[in-house]
Nanobody, 120 residues
Framework: QVQLQESGPGLVQPSETLSLACTVS??????????WSWIRQPPGKGLEWMGA???????YYSPSLKSRTSISRDTSKNQFTLDLTSVTREDTAVYYC????????????WGQGTQVTVSS
């Protein structure tokens, strides 16, 4: 069973770059027909899909975040990462990584999530 684990700093200062990693176990991030997403949930708000990287390395971003978001991968570590630049307090959220299974047309098991607070 594929398992995901987010990691990164819990506190980021305004205007800095938020960087998170998602380590995948039990499966390869290059496995066909999978893509790997970042999703966040600000306090009191709904889930927001931020972007994804496919098994082939293609990237896709939410239009509202595209100018500040970069998703990359390290296949040697079976890991994909999120960089969000110029953060503000509105970027405070729980950040999740999750696999999209193309054949099933749904997300697989999500990571447990990591709280990121933007504050000086």
């Amino acid at each position: 069973q594929v398992q995901l684990q987010e990691s990164g700093p819990g506190l980021v200062q305004p205007s800095e770059t938020l960087s998170l990693a998602c380590t995948v176990s039990g499966g390869s991030i290059t496995a066909l027909h999978y893509s790997w997403s970042w999703i966040r949930q600000p306090p009191g708000k709904g889930l927001e899909w931020m972007g994804a990287i496919s098994f082939s390395g293609s990237t896709y971003y939410s239009p509202s975040l595209k100018s500040r978001t970069s998703i990359s991968r390290d296949t040697s570590k079976n890991q994909f990462t999120l960089d969000l630049t110029s953060v503000t307090r509105e970027d405070t959220a729980v950040y999740y990584c999750a696999p999209w299974v193309q054949g099933a047309g749904s997300f697989g098991s999500w990571g447990q999530g990591t709280q990121v607070t933007v504050s000086s």
